[in-house]
């Protein structure tokens, strides 16, 4: 079965700094692996996504994620966080074998960038 | 493109008051998700179509749950009779693609069902 684990319910980070939120996963076959951004009061937005390719994938506002097949992770990070970019992080696995086209969400981290 | 259109946005029912969920999906999309955002449990992946037809409904919780897909452009979730613990954020998804490929799923705004 597959999985999504986000072992961080928060993240605490100044802003200006680097922020990483962390993600790692487990699935049958080729991953394709997905972050989402969730503000207040409003739907899942798409930032990036891995299907093939390049382990470093560049998204929207800023944000990266590398791809580390021999970890099965998947790490969101930006190298200079913006008070702006507070919301409710997921990272979401679907397996890439045939059979399956679930989505599967991780619980969430909360990041908090401090003025 | 007006993006994933749901309805309503907020409703409050009363316990054992049939509750209907709608959602227009991104036109062209061919697979159509429900999900539930609770604090609880998280997002929760409820059921999914593709090409209108129901392809794994595993996550629907009981028989008071069902969705029905009658044609491309909409699908609604109901909830009969509907229990205070039904109370969430209830997201419908829609993306495009083969069996194979990792395209993007896109969500609505959500609808707030809160069952008191």
């Known amino acids: 079965a597959q999985s999504v684990a986000q072992p961080e319910d928060q993240v605490n980070v100044a802003e200006g700094n680097p922020l990483t939120v962390k993600c790692t996963y487990s699935v049958s076959g080729n991953p394709y692996l997905f972050w989402y951004v969730q503000y207040p009061n409003r739907g899942l937005q798409f930032l990036l996504k891995y299907i093939t390719g390049d382990n470093l994938v560049k998204g929207s506002y800023g944000f990266e994620a590398e791809f580390n097949k021999s970890q099965t992770s998947f790490h969101l990070k930006k190298p200079s966080a913006l008070v702006s970019d507070s919301a409710l992080y997921f990272c979401a696995v679907r397996g890439g074998t045939s059979g399956t086209y679930k989505y599967i969400f991780g619980t969430g981290t909360r990041l908090k960038v401090l003025a | 493109d007006a993006g994933v259109i749901q309805s309503p946005r907020h409703e409050v029912t009363e316990m054992g008051q049939e509750v209907t969920l709608r959602c227009k999906p991104i036109?062209?999309?061919?697979?159509l998700f429900w999900y539930r955002q609770t604090m609880m449990r998280g997002l929760e992946l409820l059921i999914y179509?593709?090409?209108?037809?129901?392809?794994?409904d595993s996550g629907m919780p009981e028989d008071r749950f069902s969705a029905k897909m009658p044609n491309a452009s909409f699908s609604t979730l109901k909830i009969q009779p509907s229990e205070p613990r039904d109370s969430a954020v209830y997201f419908c998804a829609s993306s495009f693609g083969t069996h194979y490929s990792g395209n993007t799923i896109y969500f609505g705004e959500g609808s707030w069902l809160t069952v008191v």
């Open positions: 036109s062209g999309h061919d697979y």
């Open positions: 179509f593709n090409n209108n037809v129901p392809i794994d």
